[in-house]
Nanobody, 125 residues
Framework: VQLVESGGGLVQPGGSLRLSCQNS????????IGWFRQAPGKEREGVSC????????YYADFVKGRFTLYRDNAKKTVYLQMDNLKPEDTAVYYC???????????????????WGQGTQVTVSA
């Protein structure tokens, strides 16, 4: 399983970025996919995730209304559209996938088995 993130970069506050996570060599149609982030000195936290069965989504409170996650199974790609970015969104963003049965646990990193290398997002004026 190989997950490759892209789309990170430097953006001004209020700006937008779209992250992509592409999967190669793995059929993940029924697996949950999540975006997590880790800022320097902080623990990894769930940002937005989507279940593999019924499309249930999870959004952390701090991104609700600003970030949108969607998956394209045909392209084996998941996207995270991030709008109205804030300096506190600065972090390394990781894509992950796993067999998450309980939708209540979508936002928990320990539920995910495979991880990408991460992409840096920096929000600064």
């Amino acid at each position: 399983v190989q997950l490759v993130e892209s789309g990170g970069g430097l953006v001004q506050p209020g700006g937008s970025l779209r992250l992509s996570c592409q999967n190669s060599g793995f059929t993940w149609d029924y697996y949950a996919i999540g975006w997590f982030r880790q800022a320097p000195g902080k623990e990894r936290e769930g940002v937005s995730c989507i279940s593999g069965d019924d499309g249930t989504t999870y959004y952390a409170d701090f991104v609700k209304g600003r970030f949108t996650l969607y998956r394209d199974n045909a392209k084996k790609t998941v996207y995270l559209q991030m709008d109205n970015l804030k300096p506190e969104d600065t972090a390394v963003y990781y894509c992950a996938t796993g067999w998450v049965i309980d939708s209540q646990k979508l936002g928990l990193s320990e539920e995910y088995d495979f991880w990408g290398q991460g992409t840096q997002v920096t929000v600064s004026a």
